[in-house]
């Protein structure tokens, strides 16, 4: 059955080595760019104020990925004690990025963890918070296995279309 509508977050799974990660209540994946600024003179006939606009290049791009979850005795996917002793050995991970009921990633590659962290409050819920950053370039980045499509056409370039203010200049 085709869905339509939005998104339920439920839907979208991070797998670590391939298991799910435990008992998760969010993940996030946070696509970088790093960038670098250009300044140059404008030509001899230009407005001095030109001269104040810098142009913009992409000069790397990064991955960062964060989970949270619930501690859970008898956890039967990836969770807090898996991860913990992932940490511990300091190698890499697969982590993959998956719409649920597609084996079809739409991101997969090799990621290290960065952060691990435990909260245990008095008389509530454990929790554990773990945070990745890639390590190389992804094995599988691809928009077209995500399952969610466009009504019409976008132009990447201003960003205009469908349920989008027109920001062409």
Avoid at 18 to 46: I, L, Q, W, Y
Avoid at 48 to 66: D, F, H, Q
Wanted: hydrophobic content about 30%; aromatic content about 8%.
């Amino acid at each position: 059955m085709s869905k339509i509508g939005y998104v339920n977050g439920s839907d979208l799974l991070l797998y670590v080595n391939g298991a799910a990660v435990g008992h998760c209540t969010s993940h996030t994946a946070t696509f970088n760019s790093e960038t670098k600024d250009r300044a140059v003179k404008p030509v001899a006939s230009a407005n001095i104020a030109s001269s104040l606009w810098k142009s913009k290049g992409v000069v790397g791009l990064s991955i960062s990925i964060s989970a949270d979850g619930l501690r859970f005795y008898n956890e039967t996917e990836c969770g807090f004690k898996t991860l913990f002793g992932l940490w511990k050995g300091g190698s890499t991970v697969v982590l993959k990025c998956a719409e649920r009921e597609s084996s079809d990633p739409y991101l997969q590659g090799s990621f290290v963890i960065t952060s691990l962290e435990e909260s245990s409050p008095a008389q509530d819920d454990a929790t554990y918070k773990v945070r990745f950053e890639n390590s190389g370039p992804p094995d599988a980045i691809d928009e077209k296995k995500i399952k969610a499509t466009n009504a019409g056409s976008v132009n990447p370039q201003y960003g205009d279309g469908p349920g989008q203010e027109n920001v062409n200049p």
